[in-house]
């Protein structure tokens, strides 16, 4: 009996000798966090690691809108050729006015029209004349009102035919009707032909 429980005893201790009873391959063993908090200790909460936000596409400036007008600005000086024209027409055509403004010249294609901004005064009568040299055999303006958002208003037009042009001449001059003033822009447009041009805004 005791050579047997003395068996048992020495089987036992050799059993836990080794990492598992009957096998000589050590357990596997679990690997150390190195950032693991000790057992027992008030440990700082981990930080949360930032991600940097993907980036968001950028939307493109607006452009500007372009102008209608497309012919080729000159300074005043430019159309000093056709200013004795400009000025026989206003003694005819625009009698006791006044110029509002200097001339505005520009060398036009076929088809160019070239842009003058104008303040249309309240209760103010408008006369516009216009002359050219070279190949233009057709020239043509127009008075326009150009208040933001709304859309431009032809507000008159000239009637005559021909390289000179007159908007509301010989005194049928363009009255704004309104008791406030705004802005505008005459326009000038070699409809047929090419060549240098120039107009000349006049008010009363």
């Known amino acids: 009996m005791r050579t047997r429980l ?19 391959t050590p357990a596997a063993t679990t690997p150390v966090d190195p ?19 993907a980036p968001t596409a950028t939307a493109p400036a607006p452009t500007a809108t372009a102008t209608t007008s497309n012919a080729t600005p000159l300074p005043p000086l430019a159309g000093a050729a056709v200013t004795p024209v400009l000025t026989g ?6 009698p006791g006015m006044k110029a509002d403004g200097s001339p505005f010249a520009g060398q036009f294609k076929e088809g160019d029209t070239l842009e003058q901004p104008i303040n249309i005064q309240a209760g103010k009568c ?52 309104l008791p406030i003033g705004g802005p505008g822009k005459v326009i000038l447009k070699a409809t047929k032909g090419a060549g240098l041009a120039a107009a000349q805004v006049y008010v009363k």
Not at 35 to 53: R, S, V
Not at 89 to 94: C, F, R, Y
């Open 6 to 24: 003395f068996a048992l005893l020495t089987l036992s201790l050799a059993c836990l000798g080794t990492a598992a009873c009957g096998s000589s």
């Open 35 to 53: 950032n693991a908090c000790p057992p027992g200790q008030l440990c700082a909460a981990p930080t949360p690691t930032m991600t940097a936000p």
């Open 89 to 94: 027409m206003a003694s005819t055509e625009a």
């Open 126 to 177: 408008y006369t516009v004349v216009g002359a050219s040299i070279g190949g233009i055999t057709e020239l043509d303006i127009q008075l326009v009102a150009q208040t933001a958002p709304l859309p431009p208003v032809v507000l008159a037009q000239d009637s005559t035919t021909g390289p000179q042009a007159t908007l509301g001449g010989k005194g049928q001059c363009f009255r704004n009707p």
